[in-house]
């Protein structure tokens, strides 16, 4: 069974960098883009950016030049590194294999990132 297991969140100040990982299981990484969205209060959910096998990647305009995604694919795991963070980027953040589409694909469970003062 696929499974997705986010790590990395946490409070942080503005302009501080954040790494958050997406454990894997199951046959779906090898074969499928992957991808993170995020979803703050009061707000729907957003894709953020997303990565193919091959290592191509697109990024949102509101995160280009400061996030950074990234996967190994020989340990199953999906990156963030999210850099020069701002209290906007507060949300909750999901790995996917369809970043775009809540009611499609796989999801993890989410993991929190705050930034604040």
């Known amino acids: 069974q696929e499974q997705l297991v986010e790590s990395g969140g946490g409070l942080v100040q503005p302009g501080g960098s954040l790494l958050l990982s997406c454990a894997a299981s199951?046959?779906?990484?090898?074969?499928?883009?992957m991808g993170w969205s995020r979803q703050a209060p009061g707000k729907q959910r957003e894709w953020v950016a997303h990565?193919?096998?091959?290592?191509?990647?697109n990024y949102a305009a509101s995160v280009k030049g400061r996030f950074t995604i990234s996967r190994d694919n020989a340990k199953n795991t999906l990156y963030l590194q999210m850099n020069s963070l701002k209290p906007e980027d507060t949300a909750v953040y999901y790995c996917?294999?369809?970043?775009?589409?809540?009611?499609?694909?796989?999801w993890g469970q989410g993991t929190q990132v705050t930034v604040s003062p």
């Open positions: 996917s294999t369809n970043p775009w589409d809540r009611r499609f694909g796989y």
């Open positions: 199951g046959s779906i990484f090898s074969t499928a883009t």
């Open positions: 990565i193919t096998i091959g290592g191509n990647t």
